[in-house]
């Protein structure tokens, strides 16, 4: 939700100046400022049989019957549903239709009634983005904020639609103007890294104290991000390391839970603070249980190894469990050594493999360890 800006200080608007004085990667297609060919022929690019239709209808009509108090706005809400469906479904509906429909809308209503079908995805298959992306940027083309934040990440990442970072920065740049804060960090972040725009980490500070001024706990993270890792210019590192700290304790002061992983991290390694491995367990724990993946994987092995807490293998075994169900390779590969020795749960040679296999899609050393069971496993057959 978009929040309410505070007042910017003299030297924070002077930054905002300077920060919007940017250069945008050649190539760049200016389509949002285009309506034509806005909505083309959903069934195009929808594959009806990777969702489910009928859960779809179910999960948007009860939102919306939760959010909407009025009937008669109920329906028309609904009746965007089923057009949309009907497009894809059987194509008896025209975009010109739809169009019409969501001309006749509030943004703020076309904009929840796509985010009724994102938020629907979890239950009705993830292939629904494909619906709810154009009604995001039907919204935005109507003024409103939030969809334009919305369509912006897509683009950024290329979920849902054809992935454009140099577009997408330029959304992001228009809101950040406007004082969107999420738009400010969003937009940080692309400077930091050079998607979409020539990287500049100086124009990314300002735009993530600008962010963080605004109230967004992931902007102090972000900060002490460039901080910790040294690309802000510092004589002295240590300096640096203290301001990272600073910004973490910031950023867990407002919840946040990845600052609570990067202040375990500084407390574990001695980073601008003195080396503390209890207190980096309390902090892992708040992270692990928000699951901020590698805090999850850092918690277990700190039960592993006994540092910051009483060396527990079962529990350890549990916490690698939770990291390797999400992907994570590290984790897998642990999870697979313990049942390859028993550690903290019955040892199963079958169940290892499985865990190296999954985990060597990215991690060489999970193939090898495949291989070499997979070898122990003849041997002992031939015996």
């Known amino acids: 939700m978009l929040m309410i800006c505070r007042r910017f200080t003299s030297v924070l608007k002077q930054a905002v100046n300077e920060v919007f004085d940017i250069r945008l990667n050649q190539g760049s297609q200016v389509r949002f400022s285009n309506v034509v060919g806005v909505v083309r022929r959903l069934s195009l690019g929808v594959d009806t049989s ?5 859960k779809l209808k179910e999960q948007v009509c009860h939102a919306i019957g939760q959010r909407v108090n009025s009937p008669a706005e109920q329906q028309k809400q609904r009746k965007l549903m089923d057009m949309l469906l009907s497009n894809v479904v059987s194509g008896d509906v025209a975009d010109t239709e739809i169009m019409q429909v969501v001309n006749d809308m509030d943004s ?15 239950i009705a298959g993830p292939d629904v983005l494909y619906l709810a992306v154009p009604l995001f940027r039907l919204a935005a083309l109507r003024g409103n904020v939030n969809a334009k934040y919305t369509y912006a990440q897509f683009l950024r990442t290329g979920q849902g639609v054809q992935s454009d970072p140099p577009e997408a920065a330029r959304l992001f740049t228009e809101l950040a103007k406007q004082g ?8 940080g972040s692309m400077f930091s890294s050079g998607l979409g725009v ?24 972000a900060l ?16 640096s390391q203290g301001q990272a700290v600073r910004c973490f304790q910031r950023g867990v002061e407002l919840g946040d839970p990845h600052s609570h992983a990067s202040l375990a991290h500084c407390y574990t390694h001695g980073k601008g603070v003195e080396k503390d491995e209890k207190r980096a367990f309390i902090h892992l724990q708040t992270a692990a249980k928000a699951k901020v993946p590698i805090a999850v994987y850092n918690l277990a092995c ?22 390797a169900d999400v992907g994570f390779a590290p984790a897998q590969v642990n999870l697979g050594n313990m049942y ?22 990215t991690d060489q050393n999970a193939l090898a360890l495949y291989e070499k069971l997979e070898m122990e496993n003849e041997e002992t057959t031939r015996d």
């Open 340 to 361: 390859y020795h028993g550690l903290g749960v019955d040892k199963d040679k079958e169940k290892a493999k499985q865990l190296y296999l999954q985990a060597s899609v």
């Open 108 to 122: 703020q209503r076309v904009s929840e009634v796509a985010g009724d079908i994102f938020n629907a995805g979890n």
């Open 50 to 54: 990777k969702f489910d239709v009928v």
């Open 302 to 323: 700190a039960y592993f190894s006994g540092k910051g807490v009483d060396l527990d293998f079962p529990t350890a075994a549990e916490w690698f469990q939770e990291a």
């Open 180 to 187: 969107h804060p999420y738009a400010q960090l969003a937009l």
């Open 198 to 221: 020539e990287q500049d980490v100086d124009k990314a500070v300002k735009l993530y104290q600008l962010s963080a001024q605004n109230g967004v706990a992931q902007a102090h993270h």
């Open 224 to 239: 002490g991000q460039l901080y910790l890792n040294g690309r802000v210019e510092n004589d002295n590192s240590d300096d």
